[in-house]
């Protein structure tokens, strides 16, 4: 049994990435303030960055999915192209954002 049409991932995925793109620099200011001081954007390996933009974005814009949902999410894809490490940090400064 398929959970999702294929159309439905399909536009779930635009709407992210088209979502994200649209204020990934809001974004970026958002995380940035959560940084111990000897820490810039710079040293943030890439994919955490973007696993981080895609929490923020579905936590601030996305009611529909739930919070915890959109941590572990972006917590997994920060393992999955980085390292665990990422994933901790990923997880850490998203927690700041939720309740």
């Known amino acids: 049994i398929t959970l999702f049409e294929h ?5 779930y ?3 992210l ?4 793109f649209a204020v990934h620099k809001e974004l970026d ?3 940035t303030s959560f940084l111990k001081d000897d820490w810039s954007i710079e040293r943030i390996p890439k994919t955490s960055i973007i696993a981080l933009r895609i929490g923020i974005y579905e936590i601030k814009k996305r009611i529909d999915i739930p919070n915890k949902v ?3 999410q972006a917590t ?3 393992e999955t192209f980085g390292d665990s490490s990422d ?3 990923v ?3 998203l927690a700041n954002f939720i309740d």
């Open 17 to 20: 990435v088209e979502g994200v």
């Open 91 to 93: 997880n850490g400064v």
């Open 87 to 89: 994933g901790r940090f």
């Open 29 to 31: 200011e958002e995380y």
């Open 70 to 72: 959109a941590v572990d």
């Open 7 to 11: 159309n439905a991932v399909d536009d």
């Open 13 to 15: 995925y635009n709407q």
């Open 76 to 78: 997994i894809l920060a």
